[in-house]
Structures are given as C-alpha cells and as structure tokens.
C-alpha cells in the first residue's frame, strides 16, 4: 500500500508575528552539512502536525515569517509564489529557504 509522505507545520506565536517551520517528514531528526553550512532538522522545532498541502498554503499565507526544510516543502512555497528559486538553498542536497513578509 502507497503512503503519501507528509509534510509538518509548527506554528510559534511571537507577540503580532506567526513563524510557521515547514519541513518534509523523512527530515526531521537528521543533519547536514556542506562547505560552511550546517543543517540540523530538530523535532523540537519543526515536528509538529501532518498536514495537506493545502494547510502548508494556509499557513504560508498568514505567516510572517517561515522556515521551509525539504523538496515538497519548498516545491509548495515557490509553486505558490511565497519564494522565488533564487532564494533556495541547498545543503548537502537538501533545500532550505526562509521567507520573510515586511
């Protein structure tokens, strides 16, 4: 049986401002590292409910800022334009991008 593998979003609240951490499941709880670039994947921060990429666009819209881990996650952002590709990094083969709403 197929499985389609999920995405997490954690919500912070920091007085008017909503950070959402975006990251793709088989990342969290792995590191990587390239040149001068580290890349740690906590449960701590970035573990918190499955949702639907439906619910990453939700979320996306009302944060102000978010921290986006991992192919689907970032293929979500940019094909809803919260990102441009120029802003994607890549760690050891891993993206990662931030988005910043001023």
């Known amino acids: 049986m197929y499985t389609k593998k999920k995405i997490y979003i954690k919500k912070y609240n920091s ?25 740690t994947i906590t449960a701590s921060f970035y ?18 800022i978010a921290n986006l881990v991992g192919a689907r996650a970032i293929k979500c952002a940019l094909d809803n334009s919260f990102i441009e590709e120029t802003n994607v990094i890549f760690v050891d083969g891993v993206p990662h991008a931030q988005m910043v709403r001023m």
């Open 15 to 39: 007085g008017l401002n909503v950070l959402v951490a975006v990251c793709d499941e088989e990342l969290v709880g792995k590191s990587f590292a390239e040149g001068e670039f580290t890349l």
């Open 47 to 64: 573990k918190g409910e499955a949702v639907t990429e439906e619910e990453v666009v939700d979320s996306l819209t009302h944060a102000d």
